[in-house]
């Protein structure tokens, strides 16, 4: 999810003030599931359109994170690990967010945090008193220095370290620094793997507000941020020596969940253009957009990348949002290949209209190109989808968004979420500081190097049922067992 991170300095005494107050009453990832938050349920346009407001010596071997969920725009939401923390370990549920950089978790001081979820998942507070490996971050460390950009004024030696993050939306996290173990899955062979672990610095969030307090039914854990600075899980593993800083996801939007993995993919090869310097996300160049076989007409300075600007590649976004010079002739060219169309607006903000043809045969593919000739295909079956969920009386809407209509932050910005994602592997090579895509089968399996031996190993697709399916399949389960006993009693 694309977020805006406020300034530490704008409300630290605040922030100070109630971290210590909670610290005064306080004191290698497990096998990591990861779905996605609104898998298996029917989303509502607006639902889409607000959760995407709401919204970057070594002993090194991949890592294979389970995926979960669905790829269809209308049951995307950020997907979620589970992951392991502490000793003995406990399981949270944590968004993964490669558009943000911290990882934080609820802790047990929080009274705003929320105790209980509708996504079927049981809700832990992190005690570090509760983890015989737990530590407090101070304030005169290394890394509360580098997150704050040097000492905080009101933060002396023997103090916890503070932590203040603000959406995008106004929701916000506080709380104090903890560095724990951290379990996860290395892969040890094809498909795979063994139990590693690894020290993470993360937030224990003790004061949450607006989406991430206990109003949130849909709750989770917390956030796990797979941002490109060096405070993000990603960032921290690597500056250990544990894993490369490199990682894949190939999102599964036929079939659900898909493949999430850390490593160097070496099979499918792909294509990679260089991200843009100092910036805090994703940043990519783009030179051109292509709408069937023309190519529509900028001048150079639409695709600048700068404040407010660029393009951004963001798993955790589900619709794509492009600046309003872009926006307008891209949908009207479009539109102008079937031009009988009875245009709708739904929610304010979709485009949509009845059609009960082929999409792919009778609109054009819109195709993305970028630095060093690479392209982003996105076919019409991936931009348009049906209103409420499925093909309700044939109404499709577009699912391409107007960022110039958004807040001023948003304002400009070319904005490549999971509508245009799925069904492609995305590799993140933060090493090399380059990010790259393929067409791919994300049902299938990609091949990731061990750079400690220098084989390669098979990384397959994951689905992870939600709660309520794996309960569906067990009441199934039963009734067939029922079923034969009582006709072999017969």
């Known amino acids: 999810m694309f977020r805006w991170i406020g300034s530490y300095y704008s409300l630290q005494l605040i922030s100070f003030l109630v971290v210590s107050s909670a610290i005064s009453s306080a004191r290698s990832w497990g096998v990591i599931n990861v779905k996605y938050k609104f898998a298996g349920s029917q989303r509502s346009l607006f639902d889409l359109k607000d959760h995407d407001s709401r919204r970057q010596l070594r002993i090194l071997a991949g890592v294979d994170l389970p995926l979960g969920g669905s790829g269809r725009p209308d049951g995307l939401g950020l997907y979620y690990a589970k992951i392991g923390i502490g000793t003995p370990p406990k399981d949270y549920y944590l968004q993964v967010d490669t558009g943000s950089d911290l990882m934080w978790v609820n802790c047990i001081q929080c009274k705003e945090c929320p105790k209980r979820s509708s996504l079927g998942i049981d809700l832990t507070l992190y005690d570090i008193k509760d983890s015989a490996t737990g530590q407090l971050v101070s304030c ?9 950009g ?11 370290c503070p932590y203040l993050e603000i959406y995008g939306d106004g929701s916000s996290t506080a709380g104090y620094f903890i560095k724990d173990i951290v379990l996860y899955d290395r892969v040890s062979g094809d498909l795979e793997t063994s139990s590693a672990n690894g020290s993470v610095i ?23 941020g797979f941002g490109k600075s060096n405070s993000s899980m990603i960032s921290q593993l690597a500056s250990s020596g544990k894993v490369k800083k490199m990682f894949a996801h190939c999102l599964d939007g036929v079939n659900g969940g898909g493949i999430f993995a850390i490593g160097h993919v070496v ?3 792909v294509n990679m253009t260089p991200l843009v310097p100092n910036q805090p996300h994703y940043n990519v160049n783009m030179t051109a957009v292509q709408v069937g076989l023309d190519f529509l007409n900028f001048t ?10 660029g393009t951004i590649i963001d798993s955790g976004t589900t619709l794509a949002y492009l600046p309003d010079m872009i926006y307008e002739p891209l949908v009207n060219k479009i539109l102008s290949q079937q031009p009988n169309l009875k245009l709708q607006t739904v929610h304010d903000d979709y485009t949509c209209f009845q059609y009960s043809e082929s999409l792919d045969e009778t609109f054009p593919n819109v195709t993305f190109h970028f630095e060093n000739s690479v392209i982003l295909k996105v076919y019409p079956h991936e931009y348009l989808f049906p209103f409420g969920g499925f093909m309700q009386n044939g109404l499709w809407c577009i ?14 910005i070319t904005l490549l979420g999971d509508l245009v994602l799925s069904n492609k592997l995305v590799v993140y090579d933060l090493e090399n500081q380059t990010i790259g895509w393929t067409e791919y089968n994300c049902s299938s399996s990609i091949q990731v190097l061990d750079e400690r031996t220098g084989t390669v190993h098979l990384v397959g ?6 709660a309520c399916h794996l309960n569906a399949q067990f009441i199934m389960i039963w009734f067939l067992l029922a079923t034969l006993l009582h006709y072999s009693n017969c």
Request: aromatic fraction near 6%; include cysteine; charged fraction near 20%.
């Open 140 to 148: 005169d460390q290394e890394f509360c220095h580098a997150i704050n």
């Open 150 to 160: 040097g000492p905080l004024a009101t933060c002396t030696a023997n103090m916890s």
């Open 202 to 224: 993360f937030g224990c969030g003790t004061t949450q507000s607006g989406n991430l307090d206990s109003s949130n039914e849909e709750a989770l854990d917390g956030i796990l």
């Open 267 to 269: 099979q499918p090869k």
């Open 300 to 309: 150079t300075d639409v695709f600048e990348s700068g404040d407010r600007k």
């Open 399 to 412: 699912g391409w968004q107007n960022s110039g209509m958004q807040s001023r932050d948003q304002k400009n």
């Open 461 to 466: 697709s994951h689905y992870i049922s939600s």
